[in-house]
């Protein structure tokens, strides 16, 4: 749906964003990952139409205007604090060229689906930070965009703050693709099926979740016993390179050996209490931290 090709952005002497080429698949949700400072909010700025990339493409098939079919939601966004969330949205509807009773319905409707319709006559300057990021979103979806890109959406929230609004991402995940950017990687785990890894103005490493821990899968084959002296024991009878980390014994793979098959072969023989076996999978957090080399 959305193609970005060798982006670029330089701000004086420095290359801010460096060729970075991506795509974003309908209706799936991408978390760009990166340290502060890596490039991501000028990255996102650039797709959003807000700043003009030095040079690249963004490629879209529809040929409506990119503007139209994008919502923003900034990371800081900024509100007029003294007007009603309904008064704002609903201005903010007449801005994008509903009529009168269009930018009404439509207001109305976004406030609901966010969760805001019970604080809709409340002036924005006494919500909280999570009815304002929702408040956010509302406004960002007013003229249904068709792809959504959000600058860290959940950073500054507290934890229901944030269950809410992944909840509200995974919906919209239905009707739109979304990109966002995020330090909290544990969130990004459980909502994103694509990651980018940014550090300093490149794409690191980039694909599906999946893919991605599978590429950094860990050497290791990790077997959980059912007692702790069932995984010494087990260590101390074999002969291959075994930790032990109370009921797990931990195989170290070096040039693909052992192999699973040679490790369950040799389990079979074995008189003990087996709960699992499995290769190691390094969460996003270790992955992050093992590619870009420094902690989020
Ligand atoms: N308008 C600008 N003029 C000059 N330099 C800029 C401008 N905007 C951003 N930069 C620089 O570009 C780099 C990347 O900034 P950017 O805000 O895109 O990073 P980020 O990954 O979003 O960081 P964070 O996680 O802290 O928000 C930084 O070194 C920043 O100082």
């Known amino acids: ?51 003009p990339p030095t040079s690249g493409h963004i490629h879209v098939e529809d040929p409506t205007p990119l503007q139209q079919q994008i919502g923003f939601l900034p990371q800081y966004p900024k509100f007029f604090e003294w007007m009603t969330a309904f008064e704002y949205v609903e201005m903010m509807g007449k801005l994008s060229g509903f009529t009168n009773i269009e930018a009404m319905q439509r207001a109305h409707e976004v406030l609901a689906y966010v969760g805001l319709l019970d604080a809709k006559t409340k002036r924005i300057g006494s919500f909280s ?40 991402l995974q919906d919209l995940q239905q009707t739109t693709t979304i990109l966002y950017s995020t330090h909290i990687l544990h969130d990004a785990e459980f909502l994103a099926e694509h990651v980018l ?83 190691a999978r390094l969460t996003l957090e270790e992955i992050f931290v093992k590619v870009v080399g420094q902690d989020a």
Do not use: C
């Open 1 to 51: 749906m959305m193609d970005i090709q060798s982006l670029t952005k330089v701000f004086g002497a420095q290359t801010v964003v460096d060729n970075v080429s991506f795509t974003l698949v309908p209706h799936t949700i991408t978390a760009l990952i990166g340290p502060n400072g890596a490039g991501k909010t000028t990255t996102l700025s650039m797709l959003a139409g807000l700043l």
């Open 129 to 168: 930070g999570g009815m304002k990021q929702r408040l956010g979103i509302a406004q960002a979806i007013l003229h249904r965009p068709k792809l959504l890109i959000l600058d860290e959406p959940v950073s500054a929230l507290d934890p229901l703050g944030r269950k809410t609004m992944m909840n509200l």
């Open 197 to 279: 890894f940014m550090k300093d103005g490149r794409l690191v490493e980039q694909g599906t979740l999946a893919a991605v821990q599978q590429k950094f899968e860990a050497p290791h084959i990790i077997i959980t016993f059912a007692q702790a002296d069932e995984a010494r024991q087990f260590a101390s009878q074999s002969t291959m390179p075994i930790a032990v980390d109370e009921r797990r014994a931990i195989i170290d793979v070096q040039q693909g050996k052992p192999t699973m098959q040679y490790v369950l072969e040799h389990l079979a023989q074995s008189p003990f209490d087996i709960e699992k076996v499995e290769h």
